[in-house]
């Protein structure tokens, strides 16, 4: 190898290492898709705050009275709406209890046998779905 080759590879060498400390870093894919907004928001829903991860959806007693029974348990309880379509079949008090407030305003059962317990209520708050407006 001549002097000229080999100043040539020395050359190509240093912009080698230019352009590779000098290039953005790869962007890597996440696996998990940015699901942000969804799920909680079909679309076509009315929201609150869209475009954030925290989103509710906004629903009439109207829209909450078209899920009145066990195929589908919606209520609305101090304000949120709920469904609790899978919690009917779960409830230590029995379907019925669940079943007799679906499709209307919840609020009086729900406050007259658990008012002062945590447990429903922390229950309940995992199956918010929005609020009334
Ligand atoms: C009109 C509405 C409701 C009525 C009348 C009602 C009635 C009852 C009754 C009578 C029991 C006692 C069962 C027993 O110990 O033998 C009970 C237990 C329970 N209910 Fe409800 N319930 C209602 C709504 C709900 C809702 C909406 C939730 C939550 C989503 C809920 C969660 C629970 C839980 C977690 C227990 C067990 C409490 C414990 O830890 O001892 N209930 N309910």
Redesign the pocket.
Known sequence: MNLATAMKIQILAVLFLIVACTAPPQQTTSAGQDVAGQGLNPPGQNTVGAGNSTDLSVYTMADVATHADASSCWTAINGQVYD?TA?ISK???GAA??L??CGID?TA??EQ??GS?T??EA??GS?KIGVLG
């Open positions: 609790l919690w409830h230590p008090g209890n669940i007799r407030i919840g059962g729900f046998q658990h317990q447990r429903p229950i309940l199956f």
